[in-house]
């Protein structure tokens, strides 16, 4: 049995085998506000099966997850026994409080492309939240400062005072059974706002690789996997692969790991979806790399503060109030478009 995923070489997609077989289980049409991540939560009990759902309706949504379309009819994937989830927590509603001026927000990267002092207005999830505080009601004063050591941000920065809020990161679900400590830490601290941005996790291998056929999570034990700076290694944690059964090189960008991938250095690339087809229509590569489709997953980012200051839902609500002004007016989506038409480094 050959290889089992998508080809990606020199920027095209090359179709082998399909994605793996997910039975149909009923159908839902897109509403206004609709994420796949909600779709996943209504019917499959958990917002971690939004990869599921993608991967079965790849060919309706397109290579972009946060950009279904309002009335398309997307196949739902079953899940026997599964449970309705508990909502996500969020931050319980306080009565509106002075907020202080400017706000302090913090930032950290290279996390391309969604945060980085070298990148075009400060990253995608930067120019999103810019564009959302400018859109809010009384837009506030604030002011966007860097410290690379993301880590910091959480057991530090915020904590000392002095910053108020934190972008971008990947908020758990707080009500799974298993978390890692990172994630427990998110959850026992800090509040998120809504999602500014979500994107596809994938992994890749050359077609020649050992771990060509991998579609469990499991099934990478034992390779070396690189993943760019900046991204999140929690889903490596929660699949049992870390610490213990994988080896993670840190690639200095997403083009460094499909360089590393291309010449053999790692076994597997993993990274943002819409990333990796833009670079591949910048590098050379040698071989052609395969997508594992069955361990695809989507992540969503978020601004977060801490749970015991007052004014942290405030700011946290202002936030999202912009960020449904700009879904509405479209200038999230053009945004959204004219940052992946930057080419990347």
């Known amino acids: 049995m050959g290889p089992v995923g998508r080809f990606i070489c020199a920027g095209f997609l090359l179709l082998t085998m399909a994605a793996p077989a997910f039975a149909d289980c009923g159908t839902h ?3 206004p506000g609709d994420t796949l991540r909600k779709i996943a939560l209504q019917y499959l ?3 971690d099966a939004s990869g599921r759902v993608y991967a079965l309706n790849r060919s309706a949504v397109g290579a972009d997850p946060n950009t279904i379309e309002v009335g398309t009819r997307l196949a739902i994937p079953c ?3 599964a449970k309705p989830a508990n909502p996500q927590p969020v931050a319980e509603k306080q009565p509106p409080q002075p907020a202080a001026t400017p706000y302090q927000i913090l930032t950290g990267g290279p996390f391309v492309p969604f945060t980085g002092e070298d990148l075009d207005q400060g990253g995608l999830v930067t120019e999103l939240l810019r564009a ?3 859109q809010s009601s009384d837009p506030p004063d604030y002011e966007i400062s860097y410290v690379n050591d993301r880590g910091a941000h959480l057991g530090i920065v915020l904590p000392r005072g002095g910053f108020d809020l934190s972008y971008p990161w990947v908020y758990p679900d707080c009500e799974e059974t298993i978390l890692t400590e990172h994630q427990s830490l998110l959850c026992s601290n800090f509040v998120a706002s809504d999602p500014i941005y979500e994107y596809v996790v994938e992994y890749y291998v050359r077609a020649d690789n050992s771990y060509s056929e991998a579609v469990l999570p499991g099934d990478l034990r034992g390779a070396t996997v ?5 991204y999140p290694l929690d889903d490596l944690v929660n699949q049992g692969l ?3 059964d994988i080896t993670v090189v840190t690639g200095t960008t997403p083009a460094a790991c499909l360089a590393l991938l291309d010449v053999g250095e790692v076994d597997v690339a993993s990274m943002d979806a819409g990333v990796s087809r833009a670079l591949v229509l910048q590098l050379t590569l040698e071989n052609p790399l395969l997508v594992l489709d069955g361990l695809t997953s989507i992540k969503t980012l ?7 200051r007052a004014e942290t ?3 946290l609500e202002k936030i999202n109030e912009g960020l449904q002004k700009i879904s509405e007016s479209g200038e999230w989506y053009q945004i959204v478009q004219r940052q992946k038409s930057i080419p990347l480094n």
């Open 29 to 31: 049409v897109v509403r």
């Open 45 to 47: 009990g958990t917002k």
């Open 79 to 81: 899940r026997p026994g």
């Open 132 to 134: 959302a505080l400018h």
């Open 226 to 230: 690189c993943r760019p700076a900046g």
């Open 242 to 244: 870390l610490p213990d």
């Open 302 to 308: 978020h601004v977060i503060g801490l749970k015991d």
């Open 313 to 315: 839902v405030t700011r």
